[in-house]
């Protein structure tokens, strides 16, 4: 099998060569890119609603853009109602093929126009990244994948809804072509997205990937995704291994007859592997690199909140390279992980990209930001964002060319994502606010790990702690937290457990904060209260319990 799935890889790799060399190669014109890509995005929009209110038709050089204005999801609030309608040029000529919902602020999600432009866009950005992986490490030529590239989603619509809501299956942001090879080499089969039962889909994706001898490369989001699939191995482990020798399903996951028939033909009875498989002690964590032999490569977030979960992935596969993400999302794709020192170039044959310092707030075309200074990012893109303030801030590093490598350093609103749940200040609030018949002295909303296991905690200081059913609380709160597709997804994923409630000891809510400010080196007067955080210690900090 070596050998095909070197052939299927080259085939890969070579598809990927022509934009990787057009990206190398005008690496020293990205201001003349940038240039031309806005006119184009600007040209070709001008029809639309959105151009011609902001008077697309006249805008002649990057200095008339900046005229129009920074702008918000909120503000999309009214196009993105007349697309769902099914209007056409509403904010692109493209036609809007799909919403795609992401983390939102109050309301839990957004949904974000994606057309076939957009989609282009992602391509040059993600051949580009696949090329260096490659380049990085050609062993990973000659075995199979795994990619984890989107959250599982059900299209949600009304009747009335004439554009389709959710994701389109992982291969499909790559072109028609390079998706039919690249699913030859996924070691889960594609089909495994339609599940939605997550304890069917966690079993099954254990099954495919722990059969997968010749795995090379790991692709997933979150480095927690891994170590907390491996830690449910253990469940699993021995049902597996009889699966695997079998070449069957146990009965006692429950998934739809015609896809456990479809599934079913892509197993087939490996008693060899099983047997290796069974001489493998894995609870053992140091023994779970010996599942793969062949394993080169797992690329997952390793900045921000993922770093420490990261270090703890090296640990427990030294052998294998951990290739940083590049920093990407729903709305766009902004850097892309190089095949040398860590560097990670913006994207700029992707999206026109404006950065604005967080300093002195003024705002920047990619061609004038500087090494060592902190930006966030501004996106416009064929998928119809003008001026997007994404809030994410990231730091010059390096430049290749004329191209910024970025770091990514954390998000500028108060948002927390440890494991890809994209949990936002602004959203708490609004679920705070609606819970009109509690009274809290002091409140607030953090990770915890309790136990090995993460959980969203809120650390509460009741006014009356006799007079409330925090059960009733705890299960009001959750629901309202699972809006977020986001946190549902990563429960789902058996990355986060059910929400706790923490009751802080009366009368010491507030003081227990200020003081863990001051001994962190800040005055009193800078102290900014946050509702949201993601520092993991609070539990230990606040005198209380767990109820």
């Given at each position: 099998m070596a050998v095909y799935y070197f052939f299927v890889n080259i085939i890969i790799l070579l598809s990927c060569l022509y934009e990787w060399s057009l990206f190398f190669l005008f690496s020293r014109s990205a201001k003349q890119v940038q240039q031309k890509l806005l006119k184009n995005i600007l040209s070709t929009n001008t029809k639309t609603i959105y151009g011609q209110k902001y008077n697309f038709s006249k805008i002649k050089s990057y200095k008339e853009f900046t005229m129009l204005p920074l702008t918000e999801y909120q503000d999309y609030?009214?196009?993105?109602?007349?697309?769902?309608?099914?209007?056409?040029?509403?904010?692109?000529?493209?036609?809007?093929?799909?919403?795609?919902?992401?983390?939102?602020?109050?309301?839990?999600?957004?949904?974000?126009?994606?057309?076939?432009?957009?989609?282009?866009?992602?391509?040059?950005?993600?051949?580009?990244?696949?090329?260096?992986?490659?380049?990085?490490?050609?062993?990973?030529?000659?075995?199979?994948?795994?990619?984890?590239?989107?959250?599982?989603?059900?299209?949600?619509?009304?009747?009335?809804?004439?554009?389709?809501?959710?994701?389109?299956?992982?291969?499909?942001?790559?072109?028609?072509?390079?998706?039919?090879?690249?699913?030859?080499?996924?070691?889960?089969?594609?089909?495994?997205?339609?599940?939605?039962?997550?304890?069917?889909?966690e079993y099954l994706t254990l099954l495919f990937m722990i059969c997968a001898k010749d795995l090379s490369l790991i692709s997933i989001w979150s480095p927690t995704f891994l170590i907390v699939k491996l830690e449910k191995l253990l469940f699993y482990y021995d049902q597996i291994i009889k699966d695997i020798a079998q070449g069957t399903i146990s009965h006692k996951i429950k998934i739809d007859p015609v896809i456990r028939k479809l599934l079913f033909s892509k197993l087939k009875p490996n008693p060899k592997r099983a047997k290796e498989l069974s001489a493998i002690n894995i609870s053992d964590k140091n023994n779970w690199q010996k599942i793969w032999p062949k394993l080169k490569i797992i690329s997952c977030w390793t900045d921000g909140s993922s770093a420490t979960f990261a270090y703890k992935l090296k640990g427990l596969f030294p052998k294998v390279k951990i290739e940083e993400k590049g920093l990407i999302s729903t709305e766009g794709i902004v850097t892309i992980p190089w095949f040398t020192k860590q560097l990670k170039p913006v994207a700029y044959r992707s999206h026109f990209f404006e950065f604005q310092d967080i300093e002195n707030k003024k705002i920047y075309p990619l061609w004038e930001i500087v090494r060592n200074k902190r930006y966030t990012v501004i996106l416009t893109t064929d998928g119809g964002l003008y001026r997007y303030k994404l809030h994410d801030t990231v730091e010059v590093t390096d430049f290749i060319g004329r191209i910024p490598s970025l770091k990514f350093i954390g998000r500028e609103t108060a948002i927390v994502d440890m494991v890809g749940e994209k949990v936002c200040e602004e959203h708490i609030q609004e679920i705070f606010n609606r819970l009109t018949h509690y009274d809290f002295i002091f409140k607030l909303v953090s990770p915890s790990i309790k136990e090995g296991k993460l959980a969203y905690t809120l650390f509460l200081e009741p006014k009356n702690y006799h007079n409330y059913n925090f059960a009733h609380l705890k299960q009001v709160f959750e629901n309202e937290m699972r809006s977020n597709f986001y946190y549902l997804h990563a429960q789902n994923m058996s990355q986060l457990e059910p929400l706790r409630i923490f009751l802080i000891n009366h009368g010491s809510g507030l003081t227990t904060y200020i003081k863990n400010h001051l001994s962190r080196g800040k005055k009193e007067g800078d102290i900014k209260y946050q509702l949201l955080t993601s520092d993991l210690s609070w539990d230990k900090i606040f005198k209380g319990q767990y109820v």
């Open positions: 609030f009214e196009y993105i109602s007349k697309i769902r309608q099914g209007d056409g040029f509403v904010l692109t000529s493209n036609p809007i093929q799909t919403l795609i919902p992401t983390s939102g602020t109050t309301q839990g999600s957004k949904l974000i126009p994606f057309n076939k432009k957009i989609k282009n866009r992602f391509q040059k950005g993600l051949n580009v990244w696949l090329f260096n992986s490659y380049l990085r490490c050609p062993a990973i030529l000659t075995g199979q994948q795994y990619w984890s590239m989107s959250p599982i989603t059900k299209a949600s619509n009304a009747k009335s809804e004439k554009i389709s809501v959710g994701f389109t299956e992982d291969s499909s942001y790559f072109g028609a072509v390079k998706k039919y090879f690249i699913q030859k080499l996924f070691a889960t089969p594609v089909m495994l997205q339609k599940i939605s039962d997550p304890i069917a889909h």
